[in-house]
């Protein structure tokens, strides 16, 4: 089956621009986690959905970023006003029962770069 | 808060030698336990887990991992490493009763390189 999809794959936006993440993950998962990785860095967590709703945000560096899942299913990352800071590649994972134990599957991820 | 620590950032070996790779956290409470890899050009992927039970956890390709709650470590060892092994490694750790709220906490990584 399909597994977790990100686009785009790759985006480059000049700073101050205004730029949105798409994840679809693997149909029927109602967990979905947004996490961030710098280079020479592990992930670091971002922002947890469970179905709709954001259960977990405290991931999030500011007020300048800002994700949805409207339809307990897409979810997309928002950042306002990039900083060169922003830049790093923003990776997606859906799992399929809420639980600290359950395996995580992983997208491909969306490599942003600020200019 | 928890936290991982790898304590190799790379580690260079030989086709056929033995691996073993370092991770310890840090959290007071109980936890689940994860390796992941990430192949070059490919997603990060599930090598194995620890969630209760048996301590040593066997994982795919031969993968296998012990914790030691008293060590707070989670290290991963295979006995003979292939080349197709050259990755990026990562350890992560999250609370086994927190409902998933707080996602997964990871390690820096470790790349492995295995050369033929």
């Known amino acids: 089956g399909a597994g977790v999809s990100q686009t785009p794959s790759n985006k480059v936006t000049e700073k101050g621009k205004y730029v949105e993440l798409r994840c679809d993950p693997i149909s029927g998962h109602t967990a979905l986690y947004w996490y961030r990785q710098s280079l020479g860095q592990g992930p670091e967590f971002l922002i947890y959905?469970?179905?709709?709703?954001?259960?977990?945000d405290s991931g999030l560096p500011n007020d300048r970023f800002f994700a949805v899942r409207p339809e307990g299913s897409v979810s997309t990352l928002k950042i306002q006003r990039t900083e060169r800071g922003d830049s790093a590649v923003y990776l997606c994972a859906s799992s399929p029962l809420t639980g600290g134990g359950n395996e995580a599957f992983f997208g491909q991820g969306t490599r942003l770069t600020v200019v | 808060a928890q936290s991982v620590s790898q304590h190799n950032h790379h580690v260079i070996l030989s086709e056929a030698a033995s691996l073993e790779l370092g991770c310890n956290y840090s959290?007071?409470?109980?936890?689940?336990l994860f390796w992941y890899v990430q192949y070059p050009g490919q997603h990060l992927q599930l090598l194995l887990k620890y969630f209760s039970g048996d301590p040593l956890v066997k994982g795919i390709k031969g993968f296998e991992a012990e914790f030691i709650k008293s060590k707070f470590s989670f290290n991963l060892r295979k006995p003979s490493v292939q080349w197709s092994d050259t990755a990026e490694y990562f350890c992560a750790v999250t609370d086994a009763l927190g409902g998933g709220a707080d996602g997964l906490t990871f390690g820096k990584g470790t790349h492995l390189i295995i050369q033929p």
């Open positions: 959290y007071g409470g109980t936890v689940n």
């Open positions: 959905f469970q179905g709709t709703g954001a259960a977990d």
